[in-house]
């Protein structure tokens, strides 16, 4: 039975460490490559994905000086039928290290049109794998590739050790990644409805800062703030004061009233919230505050149907819009009648709601 060594456990705790703290997907399998040569000694460490029903092949390798071509990739397809080891997991599904010379001498390697055709080239002589969890068409595998000795008892034991981590690692990035991109999609999503929200550290620093929330805190707070994460001043100072009064426990607390600034006919609100782990955010919110009858334009409408349609919305009877736009009776009617379909609506309730909506004001 192989025994490690004290040596070769403290080389594998660090490429353990090194395997979990990285979660960028995009790079993940030639981070994994490099960080498993250091315990394997190997001219070239390659990852590979065979698909077993259309035999085609996708091979990354960690060395920029050496990497396959498109042909190659075929080529090496072509020949997957021939390869010990992707024959042996396809049939046992077992995916602990195994090596070429487990299963061919030299001189039977060397009779094949895999090595003539591909190894032979890479001067390839010995080779071990593992393979990764993946469905049964698929074979995920990492490959060490060598030209000079075979492969160890305890090269093999050093990547058993090693490989329920890199599936737990793979699995680890492809869950953070989801999130992050889930997250940025929300994001997205709240700024395009005029909102955004704002996590706070312990210390009152911001997480993270969207662009849109940047843009906020300069237009409604007299600039950016010096330093990352840092919020303005005076942005710095309501939350505090907020802070503060839900801290007191001298009786009931008083409502949480909004921050409330206005700038250019808009207004941005914003609210302190916590969470039962006692997380403090700001939810922002950005509204229009402007009554404009040239902002109901943006509905398709002409410029006497919006003016129409604006005061409509502050409740005004088709006699008081006449006699503001210098209109007739009859005329104001007229133009009612080309807006409602022109809104997706059938009456005068709900297109008063349709331009509240767009001036940003409350729907009484």
Not at 8 to 22: G, K
Not at 264 to 270: A, D, F, H, I, T
Not at 315 to 329: C, M, P, R, V, Y
């Amino acid at each position: 039975m192989t025994r490690l060594t004290r040596r070769d456990f403290t080389s594998l705790n660090e490429c353990t460490r090194d395997l979990y703290a990285h979660l960028d997907v995009q790079t993940l399998s030639r981070h994994i490559l490099a960080v498993l040569r250091r315990v394997v000694p190997a001219e070239y460490v390659s990852y590979n994905e065979v698909d077993l029903h259309t035999s085609r092949a996708m091979v990354a390798v960690e060395l920029s000086t050496v990497s396959f071509l498109p042909e190659e990739e075929h080529t090496f397809a072509s020949y997957l039928h021939e390869h010990p080891l992707i024959d042996y997991h396809r049939r046992t599904r077992d995916g602990w290290a195994v090596k070429l010379s487990d299963f061919l001498t030299p001189d039977q390697f060397h009779r094949l049109a895999l090595y003539n055709e591909v190894y032979r080239r890479r001067r390839v002589e010995f080779q071990m794998a593992i393979t990764l969890p993946a469905p049964a068409s698929l074979v995920i595998g990492i490959a060490f590739n060598r030209s000079q000795r075979d492969f160890s008892e305890r090269d093999r034991c050093c990547l058993n050790v090693l490989r329920p981590h890199l599936h737990q690692v793979t699995e680890n990035a492809a869950a953070f990644t989801q999130v992050q991109q889930d997250t940025a999609r929300l994001r997205q999503e709240l700024e395009a409805l005029g909102s955004g929200v704002i996590v706070l550290e312990s210390c009152g620093r911001a997480r993270i800062l969207t662009e849109q929330i940047r843009q906020w805190l300069t237009a409604y707070f007299g600039g950016p703030p010096r330093q990352t994460g840092t919020l303005p001043e005076a942005l710095q100072c309501w939350v505090r004061q907020q802070q503060a009064l839900l801290a007191q426990d001298d009786g009931v607390p008083s409502p949480r009233v909004p921050l409330v600034v206005e700038r250019q006919g808009k207004r941005l609100s914003v609210r302190l919230v916590t969470d039962t782990a006692g997380q403090y955010s700001l939810v922002l919110q950005e509204q229009r505050t402007a009554r404009s009858a040239s902002a109901l334009q943006a509905l398709g409408l002409s410029q006497r149907q919006a003016e129409v349609l604006f005061w409509v919305a502050q409740g005004k009877t088709n006699a008081e819009i006449g006699t503001i736009l210098h209109l007739s009776n009859h005329t104001v009617r007229k133009h009612l009648e080309r807006i409602y379909p022109k809104l997706g609506v059938e009456n005068r309730i709900a297109a008063t709601h349709r331009a509240l909506e767009v001036l940003g004001l409350p729907d009484a």
